[in-house]
């Protein structure tokens, strides 16, 4: 060893081993009245010697420290962790459990990361605070006496060291494997193979005991509360709202600010308030007609309502919003949330941004985010420091833009800095050795054993991010002004085009190689959740039996009294029909359903939809549960995680209905099946204990693993069963997989019928089934993978329910059909629906199932027509595409009827593989430009529905050329013409992708 131990502490120690040591000898022979009082007053001047300590050297005589230049001896991966306090924190996933690192100078680091690294983070800091601020963590703390072994305190018996550890912040590392330069049995430990805690016996755990009961009181008279805290809110259907939120949320932590996020819904709207939420970073999306999303409809209705002027005083904040410019109310949802806080007095900190999906989210998402940790900081610092923000403002305290008095009081009293704990030297400069460090210069020797995600150097500094495009694309780093008051969320900045580009890397046997570029890593997003499973066996019990009959007679019973249901509160429908539309040799399935809803109360029109609450298939949830070892039918409740304070009416994972089974949350409540998301790779590295497979995983996250992440995730789409599978090592803890994967959402599927009865005067109305019924179509998604045959979750679970009926053993509407019930609701459409007036014309586009709506456009103008007597209404168009005429022409005989009728004035058809050359409807459309144009200009609403991906945008150039060869317009007009008509709802967009 370099360094020894002051002789100061020494001889303190051995006094303390002395007097313990009287007073244990004295005490053996306790049946003699002198020895028993001698022990007495030994154990006593022990006990007032040890409380008049002062914390550092309590720390150096609790045991011998590990010294920075040590080696720390820790076990290879694959090795596993026991006892109490390990179970507790594994389970819970807290960002806080340990992460051990090796501080021998010179592995793995640079010469200069090796020289810093070790450097004491406080002049108060003992040899135990040097310990930690090298790199070891509380368990590692107290080091064995004689042969250089590291002793481990628990987190229970930790609070001897909690002083000498307060100053310093703790970083979240991931394992790297260097196979040219380290051994594999010398390898840093993953989360789940770091070394059992090791509990402290005799005086150490007498000092340990001693020094958190006095410690305790006197953080209570200091009266040091957290620092504020930055709500990260998300409103996001698809989820990728919700990914950029927790990316977020993960970078604050990173970079040590003290941040929690969830959706509008787990918040609650009540709890949106100055001293529960003094930061709130919003991103949010629309769905359908700029609807809020399922996750933050309650808070969202809620935030509309009436409110006093102040209701949101003192909080800060900006918005994200995303949304796509094909739709009528584009970015309705973001604007609404932006507007109301403005209106309810909060403050906006950082200029608000809105990326459209037509222009690609990341042009916008990407600097925005980068640029926001700046103004966040500062922000926090204003809040902390009020007295000091208005000097430098040159105006009073009582001016400044601060929370409340209700909020200041729950601040509790300003700590030492507004960023909690000084980053570490090591931190940084290890992250420099990974990422090539802030020059671009490369670390030695490959990869480091470690890949530090702290995001951030000592302050003075700048920022060094190593945050991951979101979309994984690297992007510029530029910073905004820091004394600017409103910092621009999009500056100018490099694009990927000008930087040299990302030199790709192939995977060897499905593995990265070792010393593959990490840049870009995200940072670990912390676990919000432990996943109680000690229930009580009153409240298993229940859950199992509620379970077992779902529906639930309570909810079969349920009614609204205006017909409102929804995802949370859905209706359960009867099957009352199905057939397939498709031929029986054809390898595309598209079946028509038809529900029961005469006791609904339910409200619906043409161009409505109906939301259907799927389940995943049974076979993959045993399979699920089978790989990480889990019991199926045991019960549990979500907790928040030690520490994280959360209001009573806040419930977290609330699309989950615990208690529950964990089948019945693998089932109904969390989607495994789609394609999986960057920061759900990032969790599950984490939980590796080989390190190929984690450095593969997190190569899929980084930039240089762009092209493999768009190959074998993307577009090999595996399931989460097919990840864990393919990494057999990964065995992520329940806590984390549960907080880390989307929630199950409802698919939308258009009406195919109006509410209008089957005859009118008479005239049947074709199709027509009343007010009383639910018609739909959907495709049967089947395609093949790398990760072999995969089956869309929603459209497979409906064709098996709908087999009696397509089997031919249940004929439509025979008495003895079986029932089979659906949980739904109806989704109201604003726009996309056909105009007040028989008189105004309609261009209706829709390849395949996009065709369905306008079945009930036509039968509501078929009815119109026959109350009122019209016989000559304005002109309806209708374009539909298919593969063949005797494949898959869908309504065919519908179609016929409603051009007998008058109804539809005009049918284009394009079948695709009917002739050599392959035909679809936007080549009907520039043949038919002239009259499209004429339609257009006596106020035509022009109607799109079907595929996003690519059929709505070649129509929207095809609706351009139609503009310039019918009306002789540049292109430039042409596309400001389709946009007006967007705005006034004249051209209206039903698609997904």
Same mark, same amino acid.
């Given at each position: 060893?370099?360094?020894?131990?002051?002789?100061?502490?020494?001889?303190?120690?051995?006094?303390?081993?002395?007097?313990?040591?009287?007073?244990?000898?004295?005490?053996?022979?306790?049946?003699?009245?002198?020895?028993?009082?001698?022990?007495? &007053?030994?154990?006593? /001047?022990?006990?007032? #010697?040890?409380?008049? %300590?002062?914390?550092?050297?309590?720390?150096?005589?609790?045991?011998?420290?590990?010294?920075?230049?040590?080696?720390?001896? @820790?076990?290879?991966?694959?090795?596993?962790?026991?006892?109490?306090?390990?179970?507790?924190?594994?389970?819970?996933?807290?960002?806080?459990?340990?992460?051990?690192?090796?501080? *021998?100078?010179?592995?793995?680091?640079?010469?200069?990361?090796?020289?810093?690294?070790?450097?004491?983070?406080?002049?108060?800091?003992?040899?135990?605070?040097?310990?930690?601020?090298?790199?070891?963590?509380?368990?590692?703390?107290?080091?064995?006496?004689?042969?250089?072994?590291?002793?481990?305190?628990?987190?229970?018996?930790?609070?001897? +060291?909690?002083?000498?550890?307060?100053?310093?912040?703790?970083?979240?590392?991931?394992?790297? %494997?260097?196979?040219?330069?380290?051994?594999?049995?010398?390898?840093?430990?993953?989360?789940?193979?770091?070394?059992?805690?090791?509990?402290?016996?005799?005086?150490?755990?007498?000092?340990?005991?001693?020094?958190?009961?006095?410690?305790?009181?006197?953080?209570?008279?200091?009266?040091?509360?957290?620092?504020?805290?930055?709500?990260?809110?998300?409103?996001?259907?698809?989820?990728?709202?919700?990914?950029?939120?927790?990316?977020?949320?993960?970078?604050?932590?990173?970079?040590?600010?003290?941040?929690?996020?969830?959706?509008?819904?787990?918040?609650?709207?009540?709890? @949106?308030? /100055?001293?529960?939420?003094?930061?709130?970073?919003?991103?949010?999306?629309?769905?359908?007609?700029?609807?809020?999303?399922?996750?933050?409809?309650?808070?969202?209705?809620?935030?509309?309502?009436?409110?006093?002027?102040?209701?949101?005083?003192?909080?800060?904040?900006?918005?994200?919003?995303?949304?796509?410019?094909?739709?009528?109310?584009?970015?309705? +949802?973001?604007?609404?949330?932006?507007?109301?806080?403005?209106?309810?007095?909060?403050?906006?900190?950082?200029?608000?941004?809105?990326?459209?999906?037509?222009?690609?989210?990341?042009?916008?998402?990407?600097?925005?985010?980068?640029?926001?940790?700046?103004?966040?900081?500062?922000?926090?610092?204003?809040?902390?420091?009020?007295?000091?923000?208005?000097?430098?403002?040159?105006?009073?305290?009582?001016?400044?833009?601060?929370?409340?008095?209700?909020?200041?009081?729950?601040?509790?009293?300003?700590?030492?800095?507004?960023?909690?704990?000084?980053?570490?030297?090591?931190?940084?400069?290890?992250?420099?050795?990974?990422?090539?460090?802030?020059?671009?210069?490369?670390?030695?020797?490959?990869?480091?054993?470690?890949?530090?995600?702290?995001?951030?150097?000592?302050?003075?500094?700048?920022?060094?991010?190593?945050?991951?495009?979101?979309?994984?694309?690297?992007?510029?780093?530029?910073?905004?002004?820091?004394?600017?008051?409103?910092?621009?969320?999009?500056?100018?900045?490099?694009?990927?085009?000008?930087?040299?580009?990302?030199?790709?890397?192939?995977?060897?046997?499905?593995?990265?190689?070792?010393?593959?570029?990490?840049?870009?890593?995200?940072?670990?997003?912390?676990?919000? &959740?432990?996943?109680?499973?000690?229930?009580?066996?009153?409240?298993?019990?229940?859950?199992?039996?509620?379970?077992?009959?779902?529906?639930? /007679?309570?909810?079969?019973? $349920?009614?609204?009294?205006?017909?409102?249901?929804?995802?949370?509160?859905?209706? #359960?429908?009867?099957?009352?029909?199905?057939?397939?539309?498709?031929?029986? #040799?054809?390898?595309?399935?598209?079946?028509?359903?038809?529900?029961?809803?005469?006791?609904?109360?339910?409200?619906?029109?043409?161009?409505?939809?109906?939301?259907?609450?799927?389940?995943?298939?049974?076979?993959?949830?045993?399979?699920?549960?089978?790989?990480?070892?889990?019991?199926?039918?045991?019960?549990?409740?979500?907790?928040?995680?030690?520490?994280?304070?959360?209001?009573?009416?806040?419930?977290?994972?609330?699309?989950?209905?615990?208690?529950?089974?964990?089948? $019945?949350?693998?089932?109904?409540?969390?989607?495994?099946?789609?394609?999986?998301?960057?920061?759900?790779?990032?969790? @599950?590295? !984490?939980?590796?204990?080989?390190?190929?497979?984690?450095?593969?995983?997190?190569?899929?996250?980084?930039?240089?693993?762009?092209?493999?992440?768009?190959?074998?995730?993307?577009?090999?789409?595996?399931?989460?069963?097919?990840?864990? %599978?393919?990494?057999?090592?990964?065995?992520?803890?329940?806590?984390?997989?549960?907080?880390?994967?989307?929630?199950?959402?409802?698919?939308?599927?258009?009406?195919?019928?109006?509410?209008?009865?089957?005859?009118?005067?008479?005239?049947?109305?074709?199709?027509?089934?009343?007010?009383?019924?639910?018609?739909?179509?959907?495709?049967?998604?089947?395609?093949?993978?790398?990760?072999?045959?995969?089956?869309?979750?929603?459209?497979?679970?409906?064709?098996?329910?709908?087999?009696? #009926?397509?089997?031919?053993?249940?004929?439509?509407?025979?008495?003895?059909?079986? !029932?089979?019930?659906?949980?739904?609701?109806?989704?109201?459409?604003?726009?996309?629906?056909?105009?007040?007036?028989?008189?105004?014309?309609?261009?209706?586009?829709?390849?395949?199932?996009?065709?369905?709506?306008?079945?009930?456009?036509?039968?509501?103008?078929?009815?119109?027509?026959?109350?009122?007597?019209?016989?000559?209404?304005?002109?309806?168009?209708?374009?539909?595409?298919?593969?063949?005429?005797?494949?898959?022409?869908?309504?065919?005989?519908?179609?016929?009827?409603?051009?007998?009728?008058?109804?539809?004035?005009? @049918?284009?058809?394009?079948?695709?593989?009917?002739?050599?050359?392959?035909?679809? &409807?936007?080549?009907?459309?520039?043949?038919?430009?002239?009259?499209?144009?004429?339609?257009?200009?006596?106020?035509?609403?022009?109607? &799109?529905?079907?595929?996003?991906?690519?059929?709505? *945008?070649?129509?929207?150039?095809?609706?351009?050329?139609?503009?310039?060869?019918?009306?002789?317009?540049?292109?430039?007009?042409?596309?400001?013409?389709?946009?007006?008509?967007?705005?006034?709802?004249?051209?209206?967009?039903?698609?997904?992708?």
């Amino acid at each position: 060893m370099k360094d020894t131990p002051s002789a100061a502490p020494a001889a303190t120690g051995n006094l303390m081993a002395w007097v313990l040591g009287l007073g244990a000898l004295a005490m053996l022979p306790a049946f003699l009245p002198l020895p028993a009082v001698l022990a007495a &007053v030994a154990v006593g /001047a022990a006990a007032v #010697w040890l409380l008049s %300590q002062s914390p550092s050297e309590a720390v150096t005589n609790a045991s011998s420290v590990a010294k920075p230049d040590e080696d720390l001896d @820790l076990p290879p991966p694959g090795s596993t962790r026991s006892g109490a306090a390990s179970r507790k924190f594994s389970m819970a996933g807290d960002p806080r459990t340990p992460r051990s690192v090796s501080h *021998k100078p010179g592995a793995g680091l640079t010469p200069r990361t090796a020289a810093t690294s070790l450097t004491p983070r406080s002049a108060e800091a003992s040899s135990a605070g040097a310990a930690l601020s090298s790199g070891t963590t509380a368990e590692h703390a107290a080091a064995a006496a004689g042969d250089g072994r590291p002793a481990a305190i628990s987190f229970a018996d930790s609070a001897a +060291v909690d002083a000498a550890k307060a100053p310093l912040q703790q970083r979240t590392t991931v394992d790297q %494997q260097n196979d040219s330069s380290q051994p594999a049995a010398g390898r840093a430990p993953t989360a789940e193979t770091a070394p059992q805690p090791v509990a402290l016996t005799g005086s150490a755990a007498i000092l340990a005991k001693l020094r958190s009961q006095r410690q305790a009181p006197a953080a209570k008279e200091q009266g040091t509360a957290a620092p504020p805290k930055v709500t990260v809110l998300y409103a996001s259907q698809t989820g990728t709202g919700q990914e950029i939120a927790r990316t977020i949320h993960a970078e604050c932590s990173a970079k040590g600010m003290h941040a929690q996020v969830m959706s509008f819904n787990e918040l609650g709207f009540d709890n @949106l308030t /100055a001293a529960k939420t003094p930061i709130v970073v919003f991103v949010a999306s629309s769905t359908g007609d700029g609807d809020p999303p399922d996750n933050s409809a309650t808070g969202y209705v809620a935030m509309k309502k009436q409110w006093p002027g102040d209701k949101l005083a003192g909080i800060r904040y900006t918005v994200l919003g995303l949304g796509d410019s094909n739709y009528t109310r584009f970015m309705h +949802v973001s604007r609404t949330v932006k507007s109301r806080l403005q209106e309810l007095g909060a403050q906006c900190f950082y200029k608000c941004a809105e990326a459209d999906e037509v222009d690609g989210l990341e042009a916008t998402v990407d600097p925005w985010c980068e640029n926001l940790y700046t103004p966040l900081q500062k922000v926090l610092h204003e809040i902390q420091h009020p007295q000091q923000t208005a000097a430098a403002n040159g105006t009073s305290a009582s001016k400044q833009s601060s929370p409340p008095d209700a909020a200041r009081k729950a601040l509790g009293a300003e700590p030492s800095s507004y960023l909690g704990a000084e980053p570490s030297v090591m931190g940084a400069e290890l992250l420099a050795s990974v990422t090539g460090g802030a020059d671009g210069g490369s670390a030695a020797g490959g990869d480091v054993p470690r890949v530090q995600m702290e995001l951030s150097e000592a302050s003075g500094g700048g920022e060094l991010s190593n945050q991951a495009s979101l979309f994984g694309e690297d992007s510029a780093l530029s910073q905004p002004d820091a004394s600017s008051a409103q910092p621009s969320a999009t500056p100018s900045r490099t694009t990927s085009a000008s930087r040299a580009p990302v030199a790709q890397v192939q995977l060897v046997n499905g593995l990265a190689p070792a010393g593959v570029d990490l840049k870009g890593v995200p940072a670990l997003a912390p676990c919000r &959740v432990t996943i109680n499973q000690q229930v009580s066996a009153a409240v298993a019990e229940e859950a199992r039996q509620r379970e077992s009959g779902i529906p639930t /007679a309570e909810q079969l019973k $349920h009614r609204d009294p205006e017909g409102h249901y929804g995802s949370d509160q859905p209706y #359960w429908a009867r099957v009352s029909d199905a057939r397939r539309m498709t031929a029986e #040799w054809s390898d595309r399935i598209v079946i028509h359903m038809e529900l029961e809803v005469s006791s609904s109360g339910m409200k619906f029109g043409p161009g409505d939809s109906v939301g259907v609450l799927p389940q995943n298939p049974a076979q993959l949830v045993s399979g699920l549960l089978q790989r990480l070892g889990l019991d199926g039918d045991a019960v549990f409740e979500v907790q928040p995680v030690p520490d994280e304070a959360v209001s009573a009416d806040q419930r977290l994972l609330s699309h989950i209905p615990w208690p529950c089974t964990l089948r $019945h949350a693998f089932t109904h409540c969390t989607d495994f099946t789609s394609v999986p998301r960057k920061s759900l790779l990032r969790m @599950l590295a !984490e939980h590796c204990s080989n390190a190929d497979e984690q450095r593969t995983l997190l190569f899929f996250t980084s930039r240089a693993g762009r092209d493999a992440y768009a190959d074998e995730i993307s577009a090999g789409q595996p399931s989460l069963l097919d990840l864990l %599978q393919r990494f057999p090592s990964c065995n992520p803890p329940v806590d984390a997989l549960l907080d880390a994967l989307q929630p199950l959402a409802p698919r939308l599927y258009s009406l195919t019928n109006a509410p209008v009865a089957e005859r009118i005067q008479s005239v049947a109305i074709p199709g027509a089934c009343g007010p009383s019924k639910l018609q739909f179509a959907f495709s049967v998604v089947r395609f093949d993978t790398k990760y072999g045959s995969k089956r869309g979750v929603a459209s497979n679970w409906l064709a098996n329910l709908a087999q009696p #009926w397509l089997s031919g053993s249940v004929k439509a509407g025979a008495s003895k059909a079986p !029932e089979v019930l659906l949980p739904i609701y109806i989704k109201r459409s604003t726009f996309f629906t056909p105009p007040a007036s028989l008189a105004t014309p309609m261009i209706m586009i829709g390849p395949g199932t996009g065709v369905a709506p306008y079945r009930g456009f036509l039968q509501q103008r078929m009815a119109d027509m026959l109350a009122s007597g019209e016989t000559r209404p304005g002109t309806a168009v209708l374009y539909f595409g298919s593969r063949k005429q005797d494949e898959d022409y869908l309504y065919e005989k519908d179609w016929q009827q409603f051009i007998s009728a008058g109804a539809l004035q005009k @049918l284009r058809l394009a079948f695709s593989r009917a002739q050599d050359t392959k035909v679809y &409807v936007q080549h009907l459309m520039r043949e038919d430009a002239a009259e499209l144009a004429q339609y257009i200009i006596a106020g035509a609403y022009v109607f &799109v529905c079907g595929d996003g991906a690519v059929m709505a *945008k070649d129509v929207n150039a095809a609706l351009c050329d139609v503009l310039k060869i019918g009306m002789g317009m540049s292109d430039e007009a042409a596309h400001d013409e389709l946009a007006e008509m967007t705005k006034a709802g004249h051209y209206v967009r039903d698609i997904w992708s």
